[in-house]
């Protein structure tokens, strides 16, 4: 339902009446946006998985282009790391909280204070799955 146009002369309404208007149009749309988000989700769990199990990652349909990837993130495991980090005993990382000062950590690994690889088994590795929809521009013979 398109909101209605208004005049150059615009006349002076109350703010009740103003929502009065909107408050419809906006809980229409925003009941089709929330059907449409459901279908979409869903739609993009399925095209992710049929293109995992397939190993496909890249596929082309008409002028509709999919790129499904896999990252990875990593991520410390924090109770670990603060237990190896008071193996190595370097003064300034670990707080009073106990909780690693992620600073101080990149910047002692960066001034060799600490080797990254001593502190791998502190990390865990997340696989993000992500799926890219574009619409090619195809030019016409």
Same mark, same amino acid.
Not at 43 to 57: G, P, V, Y
Not at 107 to 124: E, H, P, R, S, V
């Given at each position: 339902m398109p909101r209605k146009q208004l005049s150059l002369i615009e006349e002076v309404r109350m703010p009740e009446e103003k929502l009065a208007d909107i408050l419809p149009v906006y809980e229409a749309n925003k009941s089709q946006m929330d059907l449409y988000k459901k279908l979409v989700d869903k739609?993009?769990?399925?095209?992710?998985?049929?293109?995992? =199990?397939?190993? !496909?990652? @890249?596929?082309?349909?008409?002028?509709? *282009?999919? $790129?499904?990837?896999?990252? &990875?993130? =990593?991520?410390? !495991?924090? @109770?670990?790391?603060?237990?190896?980090? *008071?193996? $190595?005993?370097?003064?300034? &990382?670990?707080?009073q909280k106990e909780y690693v000062d992620?600073?101080?950590?990149?910047?002692? $690994?960066?001034?060799?204070? &600490?080797?990254?690889?001593?502190?791998?088994?502190?990390?865990?590795?997340?696989?993000?799955?992500t799926l890219r929809v574009n619409k090619l521009n195809r030019k016409e013979d």
């Open positions: 739609d993009n769990k399925e095209i992710k998985s049929i293109m995992l =199990e397939a190993n !496909i990652t @890249e596929f082309v349909a008409d002028d509709i *282009k999919a $790129i499904c990837s896999i990252s &990875i993130r =990593e991520d410390f !495991i924090e @109770e670990v790391l603060i237990n190896k980090l *008071k193996e $190595i005993d370097v003064p300034g &990382i670990i707080k992620m600073d101080a950590l990149e910047n002692a $690994i960066y001034n060799g204070k &600490i080797n990254a690889a001593a502190l791998a088994d502190c990390q865990i590795k997340k696989e993000i799955v």
